[in-house]
């Protein structure tokens, strides 16, 4: 069928942002990742890493997110990282 | 064989005690011996729904504690041959009943019906766990509302975190015409979010708050809408693999579609 309201565009419907909230908030309420647990996990990452590279603080993004599990189909949790680096230590 | 299912939701007000009445009837109605067991204690509220608190002797701490057997406690429902309900109690603790007293109790019913329905607090403490605990199947009634589906989500994980995998979304009060101009959750959305089967769809109805001022069960009234949607329901529960309900049959788009021969 042609969709109309599309080709006139439309108002955004508010159950796509019911949706899109709710996908998210279970992300976490299923790794059970509390915001202190996260910065925990942060903190260890940047002492690693700060061995073998200067790493800067600011524009740092360590988030637990949803990927596609292996099935293609169903989604799991995700740690993804943005990490920006300044210098590479040399030894 | 007989099968003891839980009626659970997590959020309150989303229509477990409505749930639990409906599908006891609809399973008696449909020639099955049912028993249900209202397990929130201290906030009684099927004896109510069902039209049977006037004759409420026993209760269920009466039954765990051996104060009375399970057969004394039960309430016979005159009008449905086969429908037999265990009251909460209303005075006591909501401790006064333990998770082994609730297998227990499940496990002896199990002789005497072919469905044990559970009604479950809200919630996920002691009143939750002494609800699921002799269930095989589970029943988790949501409404497509984010607070609704969330708690959903969170009784999904508890329940397979206690070692009941078969367990179906029951989606309740639907709007199909708020579905239909994007402000409402679709069932397809629902299921999408959750990934867990569904047992069936109850569309929003004023007919619900009728029959329950009245004690009778919308699932008995063949004009109901969402008697329709429980009628499927005890269907499907009892192995009869009915179709969902058409919700836009009964708009006057859907009409007009299946007027055009359109398919939807």
């Known amino acids: 069928m042609l ?13 796509d942002a019911a949706k899109d909230r709710l996908k998210l908030v279970l992300v976490h309420d299923r790794a059970n990742v509390s915001p202190e647990f996260l910065q925990k996990i942060k903190d260890e990452i940047m002492q690693v890493l700060a061995k073998y590279m200067d790493v800067s603080d600011e524009g740092l993004d360590i988030n637990v997110t949803t990927a596609q599990g292996e099935d293609g189909k169903s989604r799991v949790p995700a740690i993804t990282a943005n ?7 040399q030894k | ?87 909460a ?66 009784i999904v994980g508890l329940l397979e975190a206690n070692g009941i995998d078969d367990h179906y ?17 679709s069932v397809d959305d629902v299921i999408e979010v959750l990934n867990i089967d569904l047992i069936g769809i109850v569309p929003d109805d004023q007919d619900i708050i009728v029959s329950t001022n009245k004690g009778e069960p919308a699932v008995i009234n063949p004009k109901s809408l969402a008697g329709q949607g429980y009628r499927n329901i005890t269907e499907r529960l009892t192995g009869n693999n009915v179709p969902l309900m058409d919700l836009d049959g009964n708009s006057f788009f859907g009409r007009i579609k299946k007027l055009f021969g359109k398919k939807q």
């Open chain 1, 3 to 15: 969709d109309l309201s599309k080709i006139f565009g439309r108002k955004p419907r508010s159950k």
């Open chain 2, 169 to 185: 979304a029951l989606i309740n009060r639907i709007r199909p015409d708020m579905v239909k101009r994007g402000d409402m959750l």
């Open chain 2, 89 to 154: 109690a209303q005075t006591k603790d909501k401790d006064a009943v333990s998770v082994e007293q609730m297998k227990e109790l499940c496990d002896k019913l199990r002789e005497d019906y072919d469905f044990i329905l559970i009604d479950c607090p809200a919630g996920i403490e002691q009143g939750f766990k002494n609800a699921i605990a002799g269930a095989d199947k589970a029943l988790i009634v949501t409404t497509p509302e984010v607070s609704a589906v969330r708690d959903a989500d969170r």
């Open chain 2, 1 to 87: 064989m007989s099968e003891v299912i839980v009626i659970t939701s997590g959020k309150g007000g989303v229509g477990k005690t409505t749930t639990t009445a409906n599908i006891g009837v609809g399973l008696s109605k449909l020639g099955k011996k049912v028993i249900m067991i209202d397990t929130d204690i201290g906030l009684r509220n099927l004896d109510v729904v069902l039209g049977l608190e006037n004759r409420i002797v026993y209760d269920l701490v009466d039954v765990v504690t051996g104060v009375c057997e399970p057969k004394k406690a039960a309430i016979k429902d005159k009008r449905f041959n086969g429908l037999f309900l265990i009251p």
């Open chain 1, 83 to 89: 990490i920006p680096i300044k210098s590479i230590k």
